[in-house]
């Protein structure tokens, strides 16, 4: 197993471009969550899933940004009319949640830089 | 609601140096806690974890203990090396649901 793996590592991007970025997580993990970090920062949360299910979304997340996962593997994060205060970096993360051990590590990706000029 | 707190950094070390980074939390019931590193550029890595009360996580030499009573999840190292600088996060799952994440301790170890 890789790991969980996002791609693309960077995105430079001009004022008003939609993005989309994807997180491939480690295979069978039933949880995939989506954060943002700006520097000097701790990680954001911005959405998770359970499955296919989205099963939360900040209520910071303006509705410029969307997030999929069909089929419960892979995941989608869009962002639309992209603004200069979105340059972060967009981390995805994924768990296994089983049995009584329902809080268990994330295992996170090396994230997806974006840079809004 | 739930939130996590740590002490502000950069924390400056020479090497060898004991560490000490405080974290101490908030949230109802009974959360799993997490220590996560961050290397320039990178994603988090998981450095270790405590499930319950009393229990102590450890790995590569740092240690930390759930402490229930002062809510607190505090990363100990006995002797720091040029390598361990980085950022490190304390973070708090519970209940099912989502993490929550400190804002982060940058360490410098200076040779």
């Known amino acids: 197993d890789t790991g969980v793996s996002q791609d693309p590592r960077h995105k430079i991007t001009k004022r008003g471009q939609n993005v989309t970025f994807r997180c491939d997580p480690i295979?069978?993990?039933?949880?995939l969550y989506w954060y943002r970090q700006t520097l000097g920062q701790g990680p954001e949360f911005l959405t998770y899933?359970?499955?296919?299910?989205?099963?939360?979304k900040s209520r910071l997340l303006s509705d410029r940004f969307s997030a999929e996962r069909p089929k419960g593997s892979f995941s989608t994060l869009e962002i639309q009319r992209t603004e200069q205060g979105d340059s972060a970096m967009y981390l995805c993360?994924?768990?296994?949640?089983?049995?009584?051990?329902?809080?268990?590590?994330?295992?996170f990706g090396q994230g997806t830089r974006l840079t809004v000029v | 609601g739930d939130s996590v707190t740590q002490m502000e950094g950069p924390v400056t070390l020479s090497e060898e140096a004991c560490l000490t980074i405080n974290c101490t939390y908030t949230a109802t019931g009974y959360p799993s806690l997490f220590w996560y590193v961050q290397y320039p550029g990178e994603g988090l890595q998981l450095l270790l974890k405590a499930t319950k009360a009393d229990d102590k996580g450890s790995n590569k030499g740092f240690e930390a203990t759930y402490r229930k009573e002062t809510t607190s999840f505090h990363l100990e190292k006995g002797s720091v090396q040029v390598s361990d600088s980085a950022v490190y996060f304390c973070?708090?799952?519970?209940?099912?649901?989502?993490?929550?994440f400190g804002s982060g301790t940058k360490l410098n170890v200076k040779p």
């Open positions: 295979s069978e993990h039933n949880r």
């Open positions: 993360a994924s768990s296994q949640l089983r049995g009584p051990d329902m809080n268990t590590e994330a295992f």
């Open positions: 973070a708090l799952v519970h209940n099912f649901n989502k993490f929550y």
């Open positions: 899933f359970q499955n296919e299910a989205q099963l939360e």
